[in-house]
């Protein structure tokens, strides 16, 4: 059974990083594809960024590029998101996110969830 888990969120100032950690289980990075997905208050989910081994894809939405940096550790099985820089409007629920293969944005692809973890960032 495929299992994400999701660490690293809390409170920061704006300016400020985080690093949010993705543990995954029952997967291989040839096979899925991990992203890390965001909800904000009253909006809808994003795809903030996500890495495919199988075709090298690292993407990253145009509102984080620049600023977030997502690496993979195979020995550790997790999937980490590096914050820097952050805003206001990057608070939400962040969520890492399992697909077959290859990146997707449309999350009714996504064939597995974590439960999420809170960033806020105070103005």
């Known amino acids: 059974e495929m299992q994400l888990g999701e660490s690293g969120g809390g409170l920061v100032q704006a300016g400020g990083a985080l690093r949010l950690s993705c543990a995954t289980s029952?997967?291989?990075?040839?096979?899925?594809?991990v992203a890390w997905i965001r909800q904000a208050p009253g909006k809808e989910r994003e795809v903030v960024s996500c890495?495919?081994?199988?075709?090298?894809?690292?993407y990253y939405a145009p509102s984080v590029k620049g600023r977030f940096t997502i690496s993979r550790y195979s020995s550790k099985m997790t999937v980490d998101l590096h914050m820097n820089s952050l805003k206001p409007e990057d608070t939400a629920v962040y969520y890492c996110?399992?697909?077959?293969?290859?990146?997707?944005?449309?999350?009714?692809?996504?064939?597995?969830w974590g439960q999420g973890t809170q960033v806020t960032v105070s103005s």
């Open positions: 996110a399992a697909h077959a293969i290859f990146c997707t944005l449309q999350l009714s692809e996504v064939d597995s």
């Open positions: 029952g997967l291989t990075f040839k096979h899925y594809a």
């Open positions: 890495f495919s081994e199988s075709d090298g894809t690292r």
